[in-house]
């Protein structure tokens, strides 16, 4: 009997073996095996994420150009309500500033000595004012420079410019400053 059992404790000793063979040659085939598709399930998955990617772009692009549709009109109405806010400082600097434009011109025309007509008149947003005109004689630009810079609502009055024309009459430049008359009354006490 003892034979009979070495014979099937043999049989256990080769099975046994060759079940571990076999188990080691599974692993290092199952091994091999993922080896080979980690690299293609990697490179399926980094396609997938690729085109994922695409359609995230594309759909990111589409919303880009419809909000440029809806930001262009709004870039286009700051800048209008920035020039009109321009526009309101303007008028609220001017109506702030006490000058009557009507008295100013009256003043003006009042100071205006009967050889100079004048061509035109520009008033900037400070209150300056440049008068442009001519004369026939060249002495009259002077004296008209002299009347508005007596006037009590101008401040700084200077002669720009004085140069004879074609016709042998004088075309002059002349700027003052209109002040407020609060700042007259300032300045007379």
Known sequence: MDKINYDLDLRSAEYVASTRLIKKGAVKLFIIILLLLLPIIMLAGLQSYRGYLEQKTAALAADISALKLKVEPLIAMTAETERLNEKLKLEEK?????????????????????????????IDSGGSVEIKGTSQEIKSPALYRQNIANLPLTGYTSLESVSMNQHRSYNFVLKTVFISTGEVAENEN
């Open 94 to 122: 001017l109506s702030g500033s006490k000058v009557s434009w009507s008295t100013a011109m009256r003043e003006i025309r009042s100071a205006l000595p009967h050889t100079l007509i004048l061509d035109s008149i520009t």
